[in-house]
C-alpha cells in the first residue's frame, strides 16, 4: 500500500486523535455567514501582493483528515484532481465551490476556517487589556497579529463561550493542541528524506505545500522538491510554546 493511504489509515483508525481534533473544532463559538458571502476563501488582489493565505496555517492532523474525508466522499477523478494542486498560496482556495459560495469540504475544513471572524476589533481591544500583564509580550504580540487578519463585519458569531475561547486562543492552547495531534501522525519516509532540507518535521504547511510533499508523483518529488522547498514561504516546523512556561506564567500570576 503507499504511504499516504496507510497514513489514511492510520487517521481513520486512530479514533482518539480524531476525536480529540474534532473536540477542539466543536470549542470554537458556532458562527453563520451570510450564503452569498465567501470573501475569506480567496484572496483580492491586493491581498496577494502581501502575505496573507487562504486556509493557512494547515496543521499535518488537519491535512489527512482532509484527505481521509475527500477519499471517503468523492470520486477517484476529484481525489486525484485535489491532490495534484501544488500552488502553495492560491487565489482561491481549491475548495470553494465558487458559484454557491460553498465549501466542499466544510465537516472537515480546518480550525483557521471554523474561526475566522469570530472575534472583532473590540474584543481584539478588550484581551489586550486583559492580558497585557498576565502573558509574556510575545504571545500576546502573536495573538493579535494573527486574529487581526481574521476580522469579519459580515458573520454572526454565538457569543456562549466567547471568554474561554479568548483565553485559549491568547494562551496559544489551541495551536499548541493541533501540534501535539501533528506530532502523533507517523512519519511519511518522505518526510524523514527532506528532514536535514526542512530543518524539522513540517507540522504546518498549505495544502498545495502538503501535497508536494506527500501526493505528487514519485518522478516528480525527486525532480522538483528541492527546488519547490527553496521557494516556500509557508511551510515551517513551528516553535511552539511549552505547557510549562504557560504554566510558569500562571503561576508569577498567583
Ligand atoms: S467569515 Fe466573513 S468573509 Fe468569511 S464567509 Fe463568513 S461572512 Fe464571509
Ligand atoms: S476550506 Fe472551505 S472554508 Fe476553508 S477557505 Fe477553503 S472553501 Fe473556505
New binding site residues.
Partial sequence: MAPLLELIDWIDQNKLSQEKLDTLYQAAPQTECPKTC?D??RLTEEEMQGDIA??YPLYKAEYFKIVSYIHKCFPEETVKNLLTLRDERPQI????IVKNHA????PA??Y??RIYGILSADELEMAKSLYQKKLPESWLREFLRMDSCLICEKIRVNDSGKMNYIDQRARGEDARALWKLSCQVPPHPREIEVESLTEGTLLIWTWGGFNALYASEESWFRSHFQEYWKKTALGFAPQVRSEKSADCVDCEEG
Fill in positions: 465567501s475569506c476563501c487562504v486556509m482556495c481549491p475548495f470553494l465549501c466542499l469540504i466544510y475544513r480546518p483557521l476556517c
